[in-house]
């Protein structure tokens, strides 16, 4: 049993649901992340998503946008990154995703990047413009170095294409909010709960929910229907306000605190 599914095992024995933050690796800097991946564990993440800066980030906002232009100017690889993970999982047994455009795994090469994303200590990846008909290799790869691949739905898939997804995702399904790139939004669409009913008449899998969720009130909303929601845009861009204290992984991590439900 990998670290996802125990620690929502965990999770449900309790009767609660689940927390995923998001950050950009190397914003500000990759010593950062480092003390932000074990701030956000100790804050209560389930589970962490660690995005992959890229050069062109079209499914992301101008929050996103800007942080990977950010950790990009420190000039760092997929090496240097899945060395921050490792140092961090000496200290946390929080599971880590990967939350990438595939050109950047592309260039570093499939069957290189399972096999160090697994001694790293990652647990799973999410590529946002892989699609299942063209996933067959590099899921085997993953596979075969026991980490999930992770698919994106959202409120326009149709109950083929969720189907379609079911049948190849492992770990859970990422169910965006709304059509659109990411970023915060005042209310998380009423879609959101529609879809995350549809994807369940196909798949037995957790169905988390993310994109516009930047509130408490929205957190414990979408807990209601789905087992976790995924905060990113905001804690990004409290991030940024914040760069240039002492602490700032202090600080994020009572942001994130008060995000989180409070538990009875």
């Known amino acids: 049993m990998g670290r996802i599914t125990e620690a929502f095992n965990r999770l449900h024995a309790e009767g609660r649901k689940g927390f995923i933050p998001f950050i950009t690796a190397g914003d500000p800097d ?11 564990s100790k804050a209560g993440a389930t589970v962490i998503e660690l995005g992959v800066p890229f050069s062109d980030p079209m499914a992301d906002g101008p929050i996103i946008q800007r942080a990977s232009e950010r950790a990009l100017k420190h000039g760092f690889g997929l090496d240097e990154l ?4 490792s140092r961090a999982r000496k200290s946390i047994d929080t599971p880590i995703i990967l939350f990438s455009y595939f050109n950047p795994l592309l260039q570093f090469g499939v069957q290189r990047l399972a096999r160090a994303a697994r001694q790293s200590g990652v647990d799973g990846v999410l ?32 109950d083929e294409r969720l ?17 659109g790139v990411t970023g915060t939004q005042e209310n998380v669409s009423a879609e959101a709960e529609k879809l995350v009913k549809r994807v369940r008449k196909f798949s037995n899998l957790l169905v988390v929910i993310g994109c516009g969720i930047s509130i408490r009130d929205q957190v414990v909303d979408v807990q209601r229907y789905a087992d976790a929601a995924v905060v990113g ?32």
């Open 127 to 158: 590529v946002t413009d892989l699609t299942p008909e063209e996933s067959a290799a590099f899921a085997g790869e993953l596979r075969a170095h026991e980490l999930d691949l992770i698919f994106l739905i959202a409120p326009t898939s149709t």
């Open 82 to 85: 899945l060395g921050v993970v």
């Open 163 to 179: 189907e379609l997804i079911a049948r190849h995702a492992s770990g859970f399904i990422y169910a965006v909010s709304r059509a």
């Open 30 to 40: 990759l010593a950062t992340t480092e003390q932000l991946l074990i701030e956000l």
């Open 233 to 264: 845009s905001a804690i990004v861009l409290e991030l940024e306000r914040v760069g240039g204290e002492s602490n700032l992984s202090g600080r994020i991590g009572e942001f994130v605190r008060k995000l989180l439900p409070a538990v009875a």
